[in-house]
């Protein structure tokens, strides 16, 4: 029987841009099936917290356009379980706004949160991982995160510097703190010293005691939320957000809360993960024939090709000779040919697009 404190908040806001031309202002990739499950990424996480969270208890925190999307990929849930944001303002308002909407559902309530686009096989590991986080969310005060086990010194996530001389139940540790994005030559030394964990942005706390940590470190903010408390979850709830949100600050829950908090605790996750962040991380997904070709959708012809990464339209054919490890995505309206190790200049040319050809393409 699924705990009736249990309650989730899946992010599901942002666009994803790293993805474009597949991943669109319209249609971002937490609405795509990006691994070919016949489910989208949204699906899939929403199945993998309904494991254990009653489904009533989940709740949808996106941008206010991408409301009508969320419910068409999930009609088993209410329009109350749906949070849009009427402005894009970080994961540090929408977390308070959230925690405080689920705090006056149940005070008890221990919440996750989660992103809605990253990909974990063992659904049962993860399951584990957070039963033991909110077990220690008992003690109101503490603050839970997941931390992945690093296996190479990735510059693209944020680590997290934990003591490792002290564990704390269920093989927590203590957070000492937060570390950005480092340099190649620092994420070697984190990965040397073997107390750092990559930031999956997964976090768990009571309701109360996230709030309570808004209220210490975030007054401000705290104080601006509070005051649309009586409208939570009713009618008039809408009329206060859709005026007061926007003038929330644009900051993230990590340099909010997470690096000011002396109660933090992140435990090491027992799953694999990956945060399909870019088209390399989906490539290192996907099965590939044995020119380490892989190929998401359409029908492929290749010769002297090797370590490809190609999705078309489908029923569309297309013949690659010669090519070697390019990322090629065609859509009806947009071809993208870049070099895979240069993906991380994509974000780049989607603002090129933008100013040279309009938003349509975005």
Known sequence: MKNTNYYAVLMAGGVGSRFWPVSTQRFPKQFHDMLGTGQSLLQKTFS???????????????????????????????????????????????????????????????MLVAPSDHWIEDEAAFERDVEACFAQCADYRTLCTLGIQPTFPNTGFGYIEYDAGETVG????????????????????????????????????????????????????????????DTYNTEAESAFIDQHYPTAENVSIDYAIMERSDAVKVLPASFDWNDLGTWGSLYDKMDKDEGQNAIAQGNVLLKDSSGNMVRLPEGKVAVLEGMRDFIVIDKPDVLMIIPREREQEIKQWVAEVRRTCGDEYI
């Not at 969270?53 to 009609?75: C, F, G, K, W």
């Not at 930031?199 to 706390?205: L, P, R, T």
């Open 48 to 110: 993998r917290l309904a494991r254990f969270i009653p489904e009533e208890h989940i709740l949808i925190l996106t941008n206010a356009r991408y409301s009508d999307q969320v419910l068409e990929q999930l009609p088993g849930v209410s329009k109350e379980q749906i949070i849009g944001e009427p402005a894009m303002r970080n994961t540090a308002p929408c977390i308070l706004y959230a925690a405080l909407k689920i705090r006056k559902m149940n005070p008890e309530a221990l």
């Open 170 to 229: 269920s093989g927590l540790r203590t957070v000492r703190q937060f570390r950005e994005k480092p340099d190649y030559q620092t994420a070697r030394q984190f990965l040397s010293q073997g107390n750092f964990l990559w930031n999956a942005g997964i976090f768990a706390w009571s309701a109360a005691g996230i709030v309570s940590a808004f209220e210490q470190y975030q007054p401000g903010m705290y104080g601006m939320f509070l005051k649309g408390l």
